[in-house]
Each structure stands twice: as C-alpha cells, then as structure tokens.
Nanobody, 123 residues
Framework: QVQLVESGGGLVQTGGSLRLSCATS??????MGWFRRPPGKEREFVAAIGWTDTSTDYADSVKGRFTISRDNAQNTVYLQMNSLKPEDTALYYCAGRRFGRFTSRRESDFSAWGQGTQVTVSS
C-alpha cells in the first residue's frame, strides 16, 4: 500500500521560509508533485518534479520562491518555500505518479496523495 506523509507545515510570518517534506513508502513513485488548497478555493498545482530532479515545473505564482527537489535514496520529496506571502496560506498536498517519469500539472495523473500539511502565513 502506497503511503505519502507530509510534514513541515506551520505558521510563519510574511517573508519567512518553510520546508515541506513528503515521505513515501510502499511503492517507488515516478513523477511527484505538490498541490495546495487555499481557504475556500479549489486545489491547485504548485510544483512538480520528474524522476530525475533536472525536470521541474512551477506555477507562476510560486516561481522563483519555491523549489521542489527529491532524494530517491530516502524516498522523500521536498518543497522549499521562501519569501512566503499570505496568499500562500493553504493545505499543501504531496502527490505521486505510479506511471510517468516526467512532470505533470494534472491531478488526474497522480494516483497517490498524502493527507496534507497546513501552511499559514501571517501578514
């Protein structure tokens, strides 16, 4: 059974940083991604990474501030978030693809999901 467990969320002030981690187990996943659900809104794409971390993709709203990376030996994916803004407040989800080694922005391409970790940015 595939499990994805996020950690690292919390409360931070505007301009601060957080690093989210996603530990995976049960199956080797290929492409990985981070999505988020802001309060009262639909879930949206944040960042994705292929099997090798030379292939990455970011939403325009986080480009230049967030960095996705992975450690395949540790079965862990990270999301380094810098220069955080109040609009980054959301429940952040880690997602994994069983098939497909490249990046994707489509939720339907991801078959495994974590429970989410809350990120709150105060102004």
């Amino acid at each position: 059974q595939v499990q994805l467990v996020e950690s690292g969320g919390g409360l931070v002030q505007t301009g601060g940083s957080l690093r989210l981690s996603c530990a995976t187990s049960g199956l080797t996943l290929n492409g990985m991604g981070w999505f988020r659900r802001p309060p009262g809104k639909e879930r949206e794409f944040v960042a994705a990474i292929g099997w090798t971390d030379t292939s990455t993709d970011y939403a325009d709203s986080v480009k230049g501030r967030f960095t996705i990376s992975r450690d395949n030996a540790q079965n862990t994916v990270y999301l380094q978030m810098n220069s955080l803004k109040p609009e980054d407040t959301a429940l952040y989800y880690c997602a994994g693809r069983r098939f497909g080694r490249f990046t994707s922005r489509r939720e339907s391409d991801f078959s495994a999901w974590g429970q989410g970790t809350q990120v709150t940015v105060s102004s």
